[in-house]
């Protein structure tokens, strides 16, 4: 790979590997070079005419360079010397933008959108955040996975052409509960027992309870009321 290096004057500099150390430092560095190595302190190692340049990564660069990157190395000489810019990946399928503290994306005025031709993820070590006025979801499909839900809001409206929920226990706990529907089937194998101050059922057509042993109690008073009671 051809590389080169433009510089205003060229003297040997401490930043240069095998180079012993300069008394004054050089002039402006301008140098296209290859990424050869990632030294611990965030400096990179990157050759360039032969040389080892060492420098850090500059605050401008946000794609992280990776070995094998062709990159731009600038400085005021060779003993402050920055990586500017990937010019060149070694593997253009895959970029990675990297900071070291926060980031954050922002727009004064406009929209900020993330779009991707194959598949969007988000991956958080703690958490993640999502705060605004409206949240809108418009997708064919969609999976969730969560192991403990907590919701609190003040309203909340499904409308849906089928839904059907499986567990091991259902609880719901309203002062108040309404159910309309054309038909109803509900089928327990063990106990059902219903518990209220009052129980009134009424059928326009007829009313039928059957069983192997039917049993009716009161406390005070049993009334059958009809103009026809047929008993055995």
């Known amino acids: 790979m051809t590389v080169a290096s433009l510089r205003t004057t060229h003297r040997p500099a401490a930043a240069v590997e095998g180079a012993p150390p300069a008394a004054a430092a050089g002039g402006v560095v301008n140098a296209l070079g290859v990424v050869a190595s990632v030294l611990p302190g965030g400096i990179y190692g990157v050759e360039s005419d032969g040389r080892v340049l060492r420098c850090l990564r500059a605050a401008s660069c946000l794609l992280r360079p990776e070995i094998g990157d062709m990159v731009l190395v600038s400085g005021p000489d060779e003993r402050r010397l920055y990586l500017t810019a990937v010019a060149e990946q070694a593997q253009p399928g895959v970029a990675r933008v990297e900071v070291d503290g926060d980031l954050m994306l922002a727009s004064a005025r406009g929209a900020v959108s993330m779009e991707s031709a194959t598949q969007l993820s988000l991956r958080a070590g703690h958490g993640t955040t999502l705060s605004g006025p409206q949240l809108e979801i418009d997708a064919d499909e969609a999976r969730c996975r969560i192991g403990r839900l907590d919701y609190s809001g003040e309203e909340a ?58 049993v009716i109690t009161a406390r005070d008073l049993v009334k059958a009321d009809a103009k026809q009671i047929h008993m055995g």
Do not use: P
């Not at 499986?166 to 309203?174: A, L, T």
């Open 157 to 214: 409206r499904a409308t849906v052409f089928s839904m059907r929920v499986i567990g091991r226990v259902y609880e719901v706990v309203v002062d108040r509960l309404v159910q309309l529907s054309k038909s109803a089937f509900r089928m327990t194998e063990g106990i059902d027992q219903v518990q209220a101050g009052q129980i009134d059922y009424r059928a326009s057509e007829m009313t039928r309870l059957h069983g192997k042993n039917t």
